[in-house]
C-alpha cells in the first residue's frame, strides 16, 4: 500500500499543506499512524478526489448539484449580458435627452435673439426699422 505524509500528499495533490491538514483534522481524508507519523493511502486521496486525474465516485446527489450549479452559471451569464444590453440602452437614451436638450436650449437662445431684434424693430422709427428691416433679410439670406 503507497502512502504518503501529508506534506507529500499535498505535493502530489497540487494543494497546500494547511488546506490537506484541515481536511484530515475534520476527517474527510483518513490517515493511518505508522510510528506515529500519520500517512495518507493513496487510495484515500483518490476517494477524496484530490489525487490528480482522479474524481470522486460520483453519487446521485453530487451530480444533480453539479447540474443545478452549470444550470445557475448559464443563468447568471445570462442575466450578466441582459444587465449589459440595458446599461447599453440607458446609455444610448441619456446621450439622445442630452442631444435634444442642447437643441431646445439653443433654439430658445436663437428665440430670445429674434424676439429682441423684433422689440428693437419695433421701437425704431419709420427709418431705422427700414434699414434693420434690410439688415435682417440680408442675415437670413446669408
Do not use: N
Request: some cysteine; glycine content about 4%; hydrophobic content about 35%.
Amino acid at each position: 500500500m503507497e502512502t504518503f505524509t501529508i506534506r507529500e500528499s499535498a505535493e502530489q495533490c497540487r494543494i497546500s499543506y494547511e488546506a490537506l491538514r484541515k481536511k484530515v483534522d475534520r476527517g474527510a481524508v483518513r490517515v493511518v499512524k505508522h510510528d506515529g507519523v500519520r500517512r495518507i493511502p493513496r487510495s484515500e486521496l483518490e476517494r477524496a478526489g484530490l489525487w490528480p486525474g482522479v474524481r470522486p465516485d460520483d453519487s446521485p446527489d453530487i451530480a444533480a448539484l453539479r447540474e443545478e450549479a452549470e444550470r445557475l452559471r448559464r443563468e447568471l451569464l445570462a442575466h450578466r449580458q441582459l444587465t449589459q444590453r440595458v446599461q447599453a440602452a440607458a446609455g444610448a437614451e441619456r446621450e439622445a435627452r442630452e442631444l435634444i436638450e442642447q437643441e431646445l436650449h439653443r433654439e430658445h437662445a436663437e428665440r430670445l435673439v429674434a424676439e429682441q431684434r423684433l422689440e428693437c424693430v419695433m421701437d425704431a422709427r419709420w427709418w431705422k426699422r427700414r434699414r434693420l428691416l434690410r439688415e435682417l433679410r440680408g442675415t437670413e439670406a446669408a
